[in-house]
């Protein structure tokens, strides 16, 4: 796991993408070629989006799912992951992330006076499993 507020380089992003490559082509780390596109080893879309929830999980980076067709090799991806790392420790993310950012403005992530960010105000009920008043 990654200290949050510092950034990872790419060499670190490179040996880990080898380890868990390794792990779901269940083969060695060394066998696996930084240049060559993860189609190639049969990483289809489905074990990209389950890399890429590793890589959320371990880096607290989210990524869209085409970065996988930008960034095909491990190689490209290391890169990429470096750079976007660097990036979220340098400068605010708030307008770009795409959930569970702070609000520009609001290091607590809301504003209190907004009733979409207050779920007990402003229109929204509590109710019992049954449909009634708690």
């Known amino acids: 796991m990654v200290v949050p507020g510092s950034a990872v380089q790419e060499r670190e992003f490179r040996g880990w993408l080898l380890e868990k ?4 082509l269940r083969r060695p780390p060394a066998d696996i070629d930084i240049s060559v596109p993860f189609a190639e080893y049969g990483i289809d879309s489905v074990a990209a ?6 890589i959320e999980d371990a880096f607290g980076l989210y990524l869209e799912p085409t970065v996988a067709w930008d960034h095909p090799t491990v190689q490209s991806l290391a890169r990429y992951l ?3 790392s ?3 420790v340098t400068g605010p993310l708030a307008q770009d992330a ?3 950012g702070p609000a520009r403005g609001d290091p607590a992530g ?5 009733p ?3 779920p007990g105000t402003a229109g929204w009920t509590r109710t019992a499993p ?5």
Request: no cysteine; glycine share 22%; proline share 9%.
């Open 98 to 100: 795409p959930y569970g």
């Open 116 to 118: 979409r960010d207050n």
């Open 130 to 134: 049954g449909g009634g008043p708690r």
């Open 21 to 24: 490559l390794g792990q779901y």
């Open 86 to 88: 660097a990036r979220s």
């Open 110 to 114: 809301g504003d209190p006076s907004d």
């Open 49 to 54: 989006l389950s890399i890429f929830g590793d």
């Open 82 to 84: 470096a750079s976007e």
